[in-house]
T-cell receptor, first 109, second 116 residues
Framework: GQNIDQPTEMTATEGAIVQINCTYQ??????LFWYQQHAGEAPTFLSYNVLDGLEEKGRFSSFLSRSKGYSYLLLKELQMKDSASYLC??????????WGAGTKLIIKP | TAGITQAPTSQILAAGRSMTLRCTQD?????MYWYRQDLGLGLRLIHY???????GKGEVPDGYSVSRANTDDFPLTLASAVPSQTSVYFC???????????????FGPGTRLTVL
């Protein structure tokens, strides 16, 4: 079966750095997404990785290792507004999007 | 631009009743999707449409039907609602043309449905 694993919940301090991991086992790989979802709202796109390496976009970076079936989302200089769920999703060989259950990130002052 | 709109925002429905959740996008995206999101579970695909006039079944299609008469609209119908269909429903769209840089999905605001 296809599976995406993320920690259920993480806690971090305002101003700090946090890394949210995602491991996947899917039938093929055609790209990986990270989405942010605030409570009661729709998911919004953060990043897309299809090649190995680090993609940086402001305070957020996303890393991919296809050989390890592994990605992480790195959030720097955490702000209270970063409190949200972060969803990892993988495009499989049939171009279907497989979603993880999401990681709820709690930011404390 | 509006992006994707969904209606209603929320609804309480008696079991056995039918209901149509509406979804409209103004981005001229060819692909559209319906997901349900339940606590502790990832987004689960109900139905999808790669282009107007075609639809396909996702991971959890039972009890739901869709139609795609035109590019903009993708309604989801529950013919006879059951309590297990209580969920948050999200409609999404994407530009599934080749060569696009980032083929991500855009989501509507969601419909919260409670079936009693």
């Amino acid at each position: 079966g296809q599976n995406i694993d993320q920690p259920t919940e993480m806690t971090a301090t305002e101003g700090a750095i946090v890394q949210i991991n995602c491991t996947y086992q899917t039938s093929g790989f055609n790209g990986l997404f990270w989405y942010q979802q605030h409570a009661g709202e729709a998911p919004t796109f953060l990043s897309y990785n299809v090649l190995d390496g680090l993609e940086e976009k402001g305070r957020f970076s996303s890393f991919l290792s296809r050989s390890k079936g592994y990605s992480y989302l790195l959030l720097k200089e955490l702000q209270m507004k970063d409190s949200a769920s972060y969803l990892c999703a993988v495009i499989d060989s049939n171009y279907q999007l497989i979603w993880g259950a999401g990681t709820k990130l709690i930011i404390k002052p | 631009t509006a992006g994707i709109t969904q209606a209603p925002t929320s609804q309480i429905l008696a079991a056995g009743r039918s209901m149509t959740l509406r979804c409209t996008q103004d981005m001229r995206h060819n692909a559209m999707y319906w997901y349900r999101q339940d606590l502790g579970l990832g987004l689960r695909l109900i139905h999808y449409s790669n282009t107007a006039g075609t639809t396909g079944k996702g991971e959890v299609p039972d009890g739901y039907s869709v139609s795609r008469a035109n590019t903009d609209d993708f309604p989801l119908t529950l013919a006879s609602a059951v309590p297990s269909q209580t969920s948050v429903y999200f409609c999404a769209s994407s530009d599934e043309t080749s060569g696009r840089a980032q083929p991500h999905q855009f989501f509507g605001p969601g419909t919260r449905l409670t079936v009693l």
